[in-house]
């Protein structure tokens, strides 16, 4: 499931809770005078159930595990196979042009004959990263532009990192 359908998921339960519990508590006040008399008598109890139904949403969203980001590599002009990558990669973290957190990651190699670098958990799916892989060769590879991690399985193309270049 993506974020944006969990996401959607998520405001579609709370509104519809909310709606339960707000329509609830009309009737039990007396606004809907024709309300069904069976209805009217569970009316707080649907209330409650409508209100802890809005708040199993709500924790349940805040307080749900993160899953793993991780990025599968896909590189410009070669085959993963025939890559010689460290296993550590240098990473940064980019806000209004500038470094605002940077660190080195571990990448892994052999899923499906690709490599795959898991994002750190700091790293959140709002954040824009750039990334920039040596191999043992000394050639080194980074993302062409800054992209954001909001993809829990991101193919991206990678390329040749020009002598002197930056980021942002």
């Not at 609830?24 to 649907?46: E, H, M, N, Q, Y």
């Not at 042009?97 to 190699?109: A, L, M, P, Q, W």
């Not at 060769?137 to 993809?151: H, L, R």
Request: with cysteine.
């Amino acid at each position: 499931m993506t974020n944006i359908q969990r996401s959607a998921l998520f405001w579609v339960f709370l509104a519809l809770f909310t709606l339960i519990a707000l329509i609830s508590l009309l009737v039990a006040l007396g606004l809907f005078p024709d309300a069904d008399p069976a209805f009217r008598k569970v009316a707080i109890g649907t209330f409650v159930a409508g209100v802890g139904g809005d708040m199993l949403v709500v924790f349940r969203g805040a307080f749900a595990p993160r899953p793993a980001l991780f990025i599968t590599l896909a590189f410009e002009g070669k085959q993963p196979q025939e890559l010689n990558l460290e296993r550590a990669a240098k990473y940064e973290v980019w806000q209004q042009g500038k470094v605002v957190r940077s660190g080195t990651i571990g990448i892994e190699g052999g899923r499906q004959g690709g490599w795959v670098c898991p994002l750190p958990d700091e790293i959140d799916v709002r954040d824009r990263i750039r990334l920039v892989l040596r191999e043992e060769s000394d050639s080194e590879w980074e993302w062409v532009v800054p992209f954001f991690a909001f993809n829990f399985n991101h193919q991206t193309a990678v390329r040749r990192r020009q002598q002197g270049s930056g980021g942002g």
